[in-house]
């Protein structure tokens, strides 16, 4: 056996065992057709091994590529003075009831097409990917009716393409109530179950169905609603729960067996028992916190004691997240969260890849994806230590090295 790839000197986080990072020092790496062909100790190495590319990494850090399996990407125009509105005092709450928020973006995103849009974008997700992000998830959310949404997952789809990486689209026709549908909400609900839902699935641009149950958003019936439109079609669920009070969101996603619920700021303990039934991964999104600067924390306790996961994204909007590195959104959930650094990197690694339904990545073992990344730092902790800066010096997809910068 030639291998295409082999990385030699280096240490390893595995995130495959219950040791601390699963890290292996003075190990190796081999990339084939890829997926990972061997990984261990370097000694260890077949005294037959040969490869057509071996790389002594100087004994640098090696993690599986970084998932981000919360963003809100792409989108048109931005909402820098609505920071300056909160930071005069106004709630996010009160934004949005006086047409901004969510329906300030849906408007931009209306008027952009698609080459505007994936202009617009690109450079988010860039960014990302030059912090080692090599799996990544895109919302829709900011049509609110079929020509737009259909636009905005098409874009994430050519992000994917594009850049080399692997893009989950999900469909968020729950996001908001359009303006032209300000008194007709059982019209909205049933044009996003009836024809917008089964028309995109349809065309293969849905991954995964998403909503955002909130005092401010959909009940939980309406919820429950496109959580029975998307089983009946085959798709995985998720939602936005009990970031702004307890919807029991939580407990609802958990009983379509979801994917995740993402924020969580008040979680209660029978939603978080509900999740643990289910395995649901709670996915914890420090820049909305820090942007809203929300006081009430996620119960972390409560959901190590239940062993749910836990993942870490970015949460990137134009709105309350304009947060562009998934390893500083880890680094937050350590200052902010109290996570631990390992607790952490499992977050936007294998939890991540959980809270995407993806088996095939998030740890360096035999046989998964070959995305990994090579970082200009020796220990996994120094990942959320460095605040900002550039520590990513190589990126690997399948196999393949991809230019990020």
């Known amino acids: 056996m030639t291998w295409d790839t082999l990385l030699i000197n280096a240490e390893l986080a595995t995130f495959a065992t219950d040791a601390p990072y699963g890290l292996i020092s003075d190990a190796a790496i081999a990339l084939h057709n890829g997926e990972i062909a061997w990984v261990g100790k370097h000694a260890d190495l077949p005294a037959n091994a040969e490869a057509k590319n071996t790389i002594d990494l100087d004994g640098a850090l090696v993690t599986p590529g970084l998932i981000d399996c919360h963003t809100h990407l792409v989108f048109g125009g931005d909402r820098a003075h609505e920071f300056d509105l909160r930071l005069n005092g106004a709630t996010y709450e009160e934004i949005a009831r006086a047409g901004g928020g969510i329906a300030s973006t849906v408007n931009a995103t209306r008027t952009a097409d698609e080459a505007q849009l994936l202009a617009q974008s690109l450079p988010r997700a860039r960014a990302l990917l030059a912090d080692g992000v090599t799996t990544l998830e895109i919302k829709s959310g900011y049509g609110l009716e079929l020509e737009t949404e259909r636009r905005m997952l098409q874009v994430a789809r050519r992000i994917g393409s594009t850049l080399g990486i692997d893009v989950r689209t999900t469909f968020l026709g729950l996001h908001a109530l359009p303006a032209s549908h300000k008194d007709q909400r059982e019209a909205y609900v049933t044009a996003v179950c009836d024809q917008m839902l089964p028309t ?5 641009l849905v991954d995964a169905v998403d909503a955002f149950c909130e005092n401010i958003g959909f009940t939980r019936e309406e919820t429950r609603r496109v959580f029975e439109r998307a089983k009946a079609l085959g798709l995985p669920v998720k939602l936005h729960a009990e970031q702004l009070s307890d919807q029991n969101g939580s407990a609802l996603v958990a009983e379509y067996r979801g994917l995740s619920a993402d924020h969580l700021e008040y979680l209660s303990d029978s939603g978080i028992a509900a999740m643990a039934a ?3 991964v709670a996915v914890l999104l420090p820049g909305a916190f820090y942007a809203l600067r929300e006081t009430k924390l996620p119960p972390i306790a409560a959901l190590r004691d239940h062993h749910v996961a836990m993942a870490v994204a970015t949460d990137c909007n134009p709105g309350t997240s304009p947060l562009l590195s998934l390893r500083l959104a880890a680094g937050m959930a350590c200052t902010l969260f109290r996570l631990t650094p390992e607790e952490a990197l499992r977050g936007v690694t294998v939890h991540a890849a959980r809270a995407l339904g993806l088996r095939d ?13 090579v970082w200009n730092v020796q220990r996994p902790a120094e ?5 900002g800066g550039s520590l990513a010096h190589s990126v690997y997809v ?3 090295s991809i230019a990020f910068d």
Do not use: F, H, P
């Open 200 to 204: 995109l699935a349809g065309e293969g």
């Open 278 to 280: 289910a395995s649901t």
């Open 361 to 373: 990545r998030g740890t360096l073992e035999v046989n998964q994806r070959a995305d990994l990344v």
């Open 383 to 387: 990942l959320c230590y460095w605040i």
């Open 398 to 400: 399948a196999g393949r």
